[in-house]
């Protein structure tokens, strides 16, 4: 059985004090938890994957989400890069990234990983956002593709805005998705 721990966008903007779009304390309080999770997957010679918000200034104007948000996770600035120790994890052999332009990976990404693993485990910022579309993604993909996968997703290893949306996602992957929370 293949196993997959996906951090989602746990960068500098979404982290840091100073980050342009922050969850501040609440997701700077994860980092053990995530880092933690990520040693037991190395540790069970298991992959790893970091989404990475991606974003260029020259392109911001059209991009939806400029409807809500500035501009964060610009390319090439110290706000796209994963925020502390979870950086490290990019150095152990079986852990890549993927960057992505929208809440969730490409469709082309999360069908690869669906034909991949067997067991896949999220956690990441923030989680009613892009941790919740990932899900989703995830979710249909294998439904669509007819694959038996066991999702997870990580409470404790999730960071959040405010704690209403972050219940309501985690209720949303459980009751609806189907995933289990650990």
């Keep these: 059985m293949k196993n997959l721990l996906i951090i989602v966008d746990y960068q500098y903007d979404f982290v840091a004090s100073d980050g342009l779009l922050t969850a501040g304390d609440q997701a700077q309080s994860i980092e053990n938890n995530i880092y933690s999770l990520a040693n037991m997957y190395i540790n069970n010679n298991d992959d790893i994957l970091l989404t990475l ?20 996770c610009e390319k090439g600035t110290k706000g796209h890069a994963p925020y502390g120790k979870i950086d490290k994890i990019l150095s152990y052999e079986n852990a890549s990234f993927i960057e992505k332009k929208g809440y969730a990976p490409l469709h082309k990404d999360i069908e690869n990983i669906i034909n991949i693993y067997d067991n896949i485990e999220l956690c990441g910022v923030v989680t009613d956002i892009c941790v919740l579309q990932t899900a989703i993604a995830l979710y249909n993909a294998s439904v669509n593709l007819g694959k038996n996968i066991n999702f997870k997703v990580n409470d404790d290893a999730c960071g959040y805005f405010n704690k209403y949306g972050h219940t309501f996602a985690i209720d949303y992957m459980k009751n609806i998705l189907g995933f289990e929370v650990v």
């Design 53 to 72: 918000d991606t974003h260029k200034k020259e392109e911001w104007h059209i991009h939806p989400e400029s409807k809500s948000f500035n501009i964060h």
